[in-house]
């Protein structure tokens, strides 16, 4: 078997029959119904928060002042780009028998957890403090930094696990689709829907007490329902990662560092993916949210706006298998991903009807109902795109690492995540830096909203454009890179048609125990592009 493999011709390109070239598109599973349900529950997770409000705690709630958020944004955004690659190659070397990414996730769900809590905690730890306050403003730092690092791992390892635990591509299909049909259906915003309505109902003094402020309302809202959301969704995650396999087999030898930056290099579809995310990430705007409760003092339009939309978003996912084999990825990627910016313009335009840019009055954009009208047409329009969205993106990365095990003989899931990562690190950090010394540049005021006061007009008319217009603008040149995208039709045919030869062949191999037989595999790994 040693010899066979030694003098096999990794270069060499062989024929495959009709019937092996559809083995991309057969309904195989291997993935039982146990994971299945930890799959579903820990997509669930990973949006069971009250992140959307994140901005909002820090600014209005824990009040660190404007300037000293732009300063950790950015320290924090150096340390996230500097730890990335360091990390990565950790992940990209690890091989035990509880698989590659797996010891990460629940070595780190504890820590993560308990780390989270504190970020919930510090209104409590710093009540009554300036928003200039040192101590505070360190403990908020520093409490960033170790998150960041923690959730480097974390979000190396869940990518990886997501490529690696079926070997099948319509099964990952089949997996993705129904974790974010189920998460959608049932729960995945509840915990934002309901903070919403918590909060629109402090503001509008439907929710009072007697014996608290509305301050202390809104604290104990956001200490209270963050903890809930932590304690519940690191639960779901560990019950998953407990009962979950890598199925895909890694290279025997780990490739070196110079090996996985050499299979970024050759891999054009992680290339285009990865220059698209950058360009994307450089959309510069404000927060939808922060439209909706300071300027229409209705945080709650999220979720009525999405009313009408609500039925088709079930519906929206049926219709993805028969438009992934109808259309080219090129072409269901730039569809699906900017079809928001897109409407956008519309609602920009619209919602500046009657506008004075003189005097700052005016304008429906300023007008709860009309905006009604305006976001929920936009929702039903989006939510078309919605299953498509959730699907095809993920799916595309997966390829993109299917393609780096077939042109190189190894899969560099790590490092080639943090590089990706990195290049939509760098730009969105550059765009939230700026984005956040935009607010304070407009004259936005933290105070405002827990004291009952409104912001200034012209500060309203440019919340309403941060979230409109202006990421729209600068945000959508990442669908020039997708035009050159090119892994579908026969060349992905080809592709699985060839890692399943390959993989049935390592399986065999691994399965004889012939140590010189794993020795030449290991050989042919490594050296199968050169």
Request: proline share 4%; charged share 20%.
């Amino acid at each position: 078997m040693a010899d066979e493999l030694k003098n096999g011709a990794p270069n060499e390109v062989p024929e495959y029959t009709d019937e092996q070239l559809q083995y991309v598109y057969e309904n195989r599973r291997y993935v039982d119904t146990r994971e299945t349900v930890g799959f579903v529950l820990w997509d669930a997770a990973q949006s069971f928060n009250i992140n959307k409000f994140s901005e909002r705690f820090i600014t209005n709630i824990v009040k660190i002042d404007l300037k000293y958020q732009t300063l950790a944004k950015t320290i924090n955004s150096i340390w996230d780009i500097v730890n990335d690659v360091f990390m990565a190659s950790i992940v990209e070397k690890t091989r035990t028998r509880w698989g590659k990414f797996r010891p990460y996730l629940l070595g780190l769900a504890g820590p993560g957890m308990l780390l989270t809590l504190l970020y919930w905690f510090m209104p409590l730890f710093f009540g009554g403090t300036s928003s200039l306050d040192m101590g505070k403003f360190i403990f908020y730092l520093v409490g960033e930094i170790i998150r960041e690092g923690v959730g480097t791992f974390q979000g190396i390892s869940r990518t990886g696990l997501l490529g690696t635990i079926t070997p099948h591509p319509v099964d990952r299909t089949r997996l993705i689709t129904l974790a974010n049909f189920a998460s959608g259906q049932f729960g995945e915003k509840l915990p934002e829907q309901i903070m919403t309505l918590l909060l629109d109902g402090i503001d509008r003094n439907l929710i009072k007490s007697a014996a608290k402020t509305k301050e202390q309302l809104y604290l104990g809202s956001f200490v209270g329902f963050g903890t809930f959301c932590t304690i519940v969704s690191s639960g779901m995650s560990f019950w998953f990662f407990m009962n979950s396999k890598e199925r895909i087999m890694q290279s025997i030898k780990s490739p070196s560092i110079w090996a996985s930056l050499k299979s970024i290099a050759n891999n054009k579809p992680i290339l285009l993916l990865t220059l698209s995310d950058f360009l994307s990430a450089f959309g510069i705007g404000g927060s939808k949210t922060d439209y909706y409760m300071d300027v229409l003092h209705f945080g709650s339009m999220t979720l009525v706006a999405g009313i009408p939309a609500a039925p088709l978003s079930p519906v929206s996912y049926t219709y993805v298998p028969w438009l992934r084999q109808r259309f080219s990825s090129r072409f269901l990627y730039i569809s699906s991903h900017y079809i928001g910016n897109f409407l956008y313009i519309f609602v920009f335009l619209f919602g500046c009807i009657g506008f004075n840019p003189k005097t700052f009055k005016g304008g429906l954009y300023t007008k709860t109902l009309p905006m009604f009208f305006a976001m929920a047409i936009y929702e039903i329009i989006w939510t078309l795109f919605y299953g498509l969205r959730s699907v095809i993106g993920t799916e595309l990365y997966n390829e993109a690492m299917d393609y780096c095990e077939w042109k190189n003989g190894y899969r560099t899931e790590a490092m080639t995540s943090v590089a990706k990562g990195i290049a939509a690190k760098v730009a969105s950090s550059a765009s939230g830096v700026v984005s956040t010394a935009l607010k304070a540049f407009i004259g936005y005021d933290q105070d405002a909203y827990t004291a009952g006061r409104e912001q200034p007009d012209y500060v309203k008319f440019y919340l309403f454009a941060m979230f409109t217009i202006v990421p729209t603008i600068t945000g959508s040149f990442g669908v020039i890179p997708m035009l050159f995208y090119d892994l579908h039709g026969k060349k992905r045919e080809l592709m699985y048609a060839e890692l399943l030869e390959r993989r049935k062949k390592a399986s065999v191999v691994a399965s004889s125990g012939d140590a010189d037989a794993l020795q030449a595999l290991a050989e042919q790994q490594i050296h199968i592009n050169e």
